[in-house]
């Protein structure tokens, strides 16, 4: 009996010329794509302060009416109309005086878990007080359309946002 052995040779995978081209097609893919990749986290940063901003003015209101005591927002390492990346937070308590970023408070947001987020006070106080039995902030300069800025911030220059108030206690971002 004859044994025949049969070896076949299957050509299966990349070839070295294949492979480079599948290879420079993604790097160009890749880099089209990496622009687009960082305003969206810029977004995401932002998006991020906006709504704890927003959480923690609610949160003033809400915390002034039930505790049934004046509230105090303070914005500590913000002076007015100056740029800030770090070393700032925002406090609420019910002291008027001004705490330390690390005090015990109600609530706070601070610069350390805001990386390259530029804040910059608008308001003229270093406080919003909240009234105790309407939960309203007691604001101090409207303007004609009867809001009062409080901070802008941003991760890129060109899309600063905004947070007003308005006479009612009302959040808006322009």
Not at 42 to 68: C, G, P, W, Y
């Amino acid at each position: 009996m004859k044994h025949r052995c049969k070896t076949s040779v299957s050509n299966s995978g990349f070839t070295l010329i294949e492979l480079l081209i599948t290879l420079a097609v993604m790097i160009v893919l890749i880099s089209a794509f990496a622009p687009s990749y960082s305003n969206v986290i810029e977004s995401n940063r932002e998006t991020k302060i906006q709504s704890e901003l927003e959480d923690l003015f609610n949160m003033s209101r809400h915390e002034a009416v039930t505790q049934n005591k004046v509230m105090y927002l303070h914005f500590v390492g913000l002076p007015q109309n100056t740029k800030v990346t770090k070393d700032w937070c925002v406090v609420l308590t019910t002291s008027s005086t001004t705490p330390l970023c690390d005090a015990s408070a109600v609530f706070s947001i601070q610069s350390g878990h805001h990386q390259k987020i530029t804040m910059e006070r608008a308001y003229p106080e270093t406080y919003i007080k909240f009234n105790e039995v309407n939960g309203k902030p007691i604001l101090s300069h409207l303007d004609p359309a009867g809001r009062q800025s409080v901070i802008k911030f941003y991760a890129n220059a060109a899309d600063v946002l905004e947070f007003k108030s308005n006479f009612w206690g009302r959040a808006e971002f322009l």
